[in-house]
């Protein structure tokens, strides 16, 4: 099977065509401001660089950034409502209470709460009232709102106030965006609410950007399958992915970790991944990121998704460097992408990381002239510092004192020189486009979410019957069997129906079965 | 009056951090508890702190808590006055003045609620507690081992029902509430267990909402000064870690409104090869290693993540998580044979005896 990844990030867009378990080409391409050329330049210089015909690419895989950086930096993000269906509980805390404002301000805030909602044993808290909802449509329709995030109490126990309250909507906004949070998060009202929230002011800007790749493939002449890498590693669809833009979230620390797994063939080191802004540290743990255990916070909203636990410096190629009394000063400001003008060695006037690289004869990069004026003792102190804010964030990521090795990856990664904090470092090849390769590589995967009575037969039984159904649903998803690997075991008691009724989820993930 | 302190509503995320610990794997996740308290702060001024010896001995003072199983908690959001509804209901039910507002249990999200009825009465709030930590019933307070009535109690839930008990027992009231609570959706809010401030001055554990506040606190500058967190919490607590490992099987039954159920480790780096079990009702009751029964309540067993030391309920607990287990002193009132009988790991149905860790 040749596959390319694809990694669109905020500076770079990287690609590499794979064939097999072997990378045949890699390459960077700038993001453009319609992400279309970016990706279309991207590909093409790829098709290119791996001599192959766009019509021998069995499938696509995409990696981006971009509906995290749109959450993070508050921008294309539609006017959103978010109803929540409890009253007369919940109106303690109203949908958003936890937001930061800015971000509150940059999606118009509107939050209404509304009869409806569950019990934890599935009775009805209060019915769904028609009539208060079209009112609420009414008002939605009156602010211009075209994308509502619905969110009833217990809605994992039981979806049907969610759908009820979908279909109403549906009827009197023809046309409206509408997620149940019940599709995306899990119990814990206030961190589903926030996902689905995120995810409804994102739905504008995904048809635009699944749009976007779409036509770039076709462009570019490949005709096969297309895919979206999410925040677990494995794949989605592209339609599935218009509808869920929140699932990409920390897709990119994913596939950048299990890239550099994959070109270093090592299994448990501690990886940091250099851009042009910022350095991400995490650990590696049997290929795969470890998860963060604590919610976590995407733009100051707290989630309750399955992350890697990521640590982020200020600490890029295009950092700017400056000496202000005797100290020398790394980031955390960054000329970013447009270190192609503005970076000394390329003729601009800001004197970076990269500059200080190329000074000190390490790396060959644009005009070497242009940086003969830095000292040697300049040049060392920078490294230093460089060193050491490294050496911090690597101890931070560290899981043992055992000396575990650092896979360094990312087009920052130029700025490391010699081992970290006394760690061994990795540079694999192809290290400036791991993201790409994480992204190829993504995994397929299978899931259950069942009842059983465990009154019938067993816990033991039940969990294995599950693991099996799981296995099952990943290999016919297109993953190899013998990679497969459970996941995810969770069962929930459901306490309202005899037979100790319990609620089993698994997920199995493996490699993409490569024919 | 002399305050030891003043609560604004950014004081509230130590105390929430500090409560998580404390809270020993249940009491709820008190993220909830936290936004109610900031949101009432912000809307009826600070929080006034006070040692108990301040008080007159002839004070009226009544703690508030939050019953219920802690997923509820974390999914259906209190309609915002149950708490405040409870507390003036008790208070004309008593006919007359309440003086201030003691915090039931200092573990989980109760060591938030009490901010949020002191900020909405104006009154102050008493540093200390029933429990020194989390315990699953509500007869499981130090005040009812100083002879303590829970009732008259008032119940309220978000609906607007409210339901007064008065009980033969603290043991009943717990039955009566608990079935209440069931039947209210698996959450009701509280005033209870009114007594003196001579009474309270011998019957509660003291300090324990300066210790959550220093706890958070421990946790923040660990985190800051690149300090390794779960050693220093280790450190202020006087506490032991137990175990580090990995989640490898967590099994969960719901029994009578509670989150009962056991989760099964194996060690990494200096415990590897070996096993630890654990078993919660709410709350962590008891830890096996290698088979062998460790530690019991009622000291404490509080688990944290292994990387930031931040504390991990039972509710949260996951495949695969990589987890330090803590275990730490309880309060010496508890290790009376009455305060045994109360919350010894008999009384949750265990077949073992209190075991002493911490060799007293």
Redesign the interface.
């Known amino acids: 099977m040749i596959r390319i990844g694809i990694d669109v990030g905020g500076t770079n867009t990287d690609a590499v065509v794979m064939d097999g378990a072997t990378v045949i080409a890699g390459v960077k391409a700038a993001t453009t401001a319609d992400v279309m050329t970016g990706v279309v330049n991207a590909l093409k210089a790829v098709l290119e660089a791996s001599k192959m015909e766009a019509s021998a690419i069995d499938v696509v895989m995409i990696g981006t950034t971009h509906f995290t950086n749109a959450v993070v930096q508050r921008r294309d993000l539609a006017k959103t409502a978010a109803v929540r269906l409890g009253l007369p509980a919940t109106a303690s805390l109203p949908p958003m209470v936890d937001w930061p404002e800015d971000l509150k301000a940059a999606i118009g805030g509107t939050g209404y709460l509304a009869h409806g909602g569950n019990e934890f044993d599935g009775r009805v808290i209060s019915p769904l009232d028609e009539a208060e909802l079209l009112g609420i449509a009414e008002d939605i329709k009156a602010k211009g709102i075209n994308t509502i995030a619905i969110t009833s109490v217990f809605s994992p126990v039981t979806g049907e106030f969610e759908k009820q309250a979908g279909e109403i909507f549906a009827k009197a906004l023809p046309g409206v965006h509408i997620t149940l949070s019940s599709d995306i998060g899990r119990i814990g009202l206030l961190e589903r609410e926030n996902a689905a929230i995120m995810n409804a002011c994102l739905r504008d800007l995904s048809r635009h950007v699944i749009e976007a790749f779409r036509k770039a493939i076709t462009e570019t002449g490949i005709k096969g399958r297309f895919y979206l890498t999410q925040n677990d590693g494995t794949l989605m669809d592209a339609a599935f992915a218009e509808k869920f833009p929140v699932l990409t979230f920390a897709s990119g620390p994913t596939n950048s970790m299990r890239g550099a797994a994959f070109l270093s063939g090592v299994a448990d080191a501690i990886v940091v991944d250099i851009g042009g802004t910022t350095s991400d540290v995490g650990s590696l743990h049997k290929g795969f990121p470890r998860q963060a255990t604590v919610a976590v916070e995407v733009g100051g909203v707290r989630t309750n998704f399955r992350m890697p636990d990521v640590f982020s410096i200020g600490l890029g190629g295009g950092s700017h460097v400056v000496e202000t009394g005797g100290a020398i000063k790394v980031g955390p400001t960054s000329v970013g992408y447009r270190i192609v003008t503005e970076a000394l060695i390329f003729g601009g006037k800001t004197l970076t990381t990269s500059d200080v690289v190329v000074a000190s004869g390490r790396y060959e990069l644009g005009d070497k002239s242009k940086v003969a004026h830095l000292t040697p003792a300049f040049i060392a102190s920078t490294q230093a510092r460089i060193m050491s804010m490294l050496e911090d964030c690597v101890e931070r990521s560290r899981l043992s004192p055992e000396p575990l090795p650092v896979i360094v990856v990312g087009g920052g990664s130029i700025l490391v020189d010699g081992p970290i904090g006394g760690l061994e470092v990795i540079k694999p090849n192809h290290f400036a486009v791991a993201n790409a390769v994480g992204a190829a590589i993504a995994q397929v995967s299978g899931e259950v979410d069942r009842v059983y009575a465990l009154a019938e037969i067993g816990r033991d039984q039940a969990l294995a019957d599950a693991k099996d159904r799981a296995t099952e649903a990943a290999v016919s998803a297109g993953a190899l069997r013998s990679s497969i690997e459970i996941v995810d075991v969770e069962d929930v008691p459901l306490a309202y129906l005899p037979g100790n009724a319990t609620r089993v989820r698994v997920k199995a993930v493996g490699e993409l079965h490569v024919g | 009056m002399k305050f030891l302190r003043t609560i604004h509503a950014e004081d509230m995320e130590d105390i929430a951090t500090g409560g998580a610990i404390l809270g020993t794997g249940g009491g709820g996740d008190p993220?909830?508890g936290k936004?109610?308290a900031q949101?009432a702060i912000k809307q009826y001024g600070p929080v006034n702190l006070v040692d108990i010896d301040e008080l007159p001995d002839d004070a009226l003072v009544v703690p508030v808590c939050m019953m219920g199983?802690p997923?509820?908690m974390?999914?259906?959001?209190?309609?915002?006055e149950e708490l405040i509804n409870a507390f003036r209901a008790l208070e004309q039910l008593l006919g007359r003045k309440i003086d201030a507002v003691l915090c039931g249990e200092a573990g989980g999200v109760n060591s938030t609620t009490p901010f949020v009825v002191a900020a909405m009465a104006g009154l102050p709030l008493v540093d200390g507690d029933g429990m020194g930590r989390a315990y699953p019933e509500l007869q499981m307070v130090t005040f009812t081992m100083h002879g303590v009535s829970a009732t008259p109690m008032v119940l309220c839930d978000?609906?607007?029902n409210s339901l007064v008990l008065e009980t033969v027992s603290n043991a009943w009231t717990e039955r009566l509430a608990r079935a209440a609570t069931v039947e209210m959706?698996?959450s009701a809010l509280l005033a209870f267990y009114s007594m003196s401030g001579a009474v309270a001055k011998k019957a509660i554990v003291r300090g324990t909402l300066t210790l959550c506040s220093e706890l958070g606190r421990t946790l923040r500058e660990a985190k800051a000064g690149?300090v390794d967190p779960v050693n220093a919490i280790v450190d202020k607590l006087d506490a032991d870690v137990i175990f580090h490992g990995r989640i490898k099987?967590?099994?969960?039954?719901?029994v009578g409104g509670f989150a009962r159920g056991t989760a099964r480790f194996e060690g990494?780096?200096e415990w590897k090869g070996h096993s630890f079990r654990l078993d919660f009702q709410n709350e962590f009751l008891m830890a096996e290693r290698d088979g062998e029964i460790i530690v019991t309540t009622p000291d404490l067993i509080t688990v944290l993540?292994a990387?930031?030391g931040?504390p991990?309920t039972a509710d949260?607990l996951?495949?695969?998580?990589?987890?330090k287990a803590l275990a730490m002193p309880s309060n010496p009132q508890w290790l009376t044979p009455a305060g045994i009988d109360l919350v010894g790991p008999r009384y949750f149905g265990y077949d073992t005896d209190y075991r002493e860790y911490f060799g007293r």
């Open positions: 993220y909830v936004l109610m949101q199983a997923t509820v974390t999914e259906k959001l209190p309609q915002g978000d609906k607007g959706g698996g690149h099987d967590i099994e969960r039954r719901t990494v780096e993540d990387e930031s931040l991990v949260a996951r495949y695969g998580l990589r987890l």
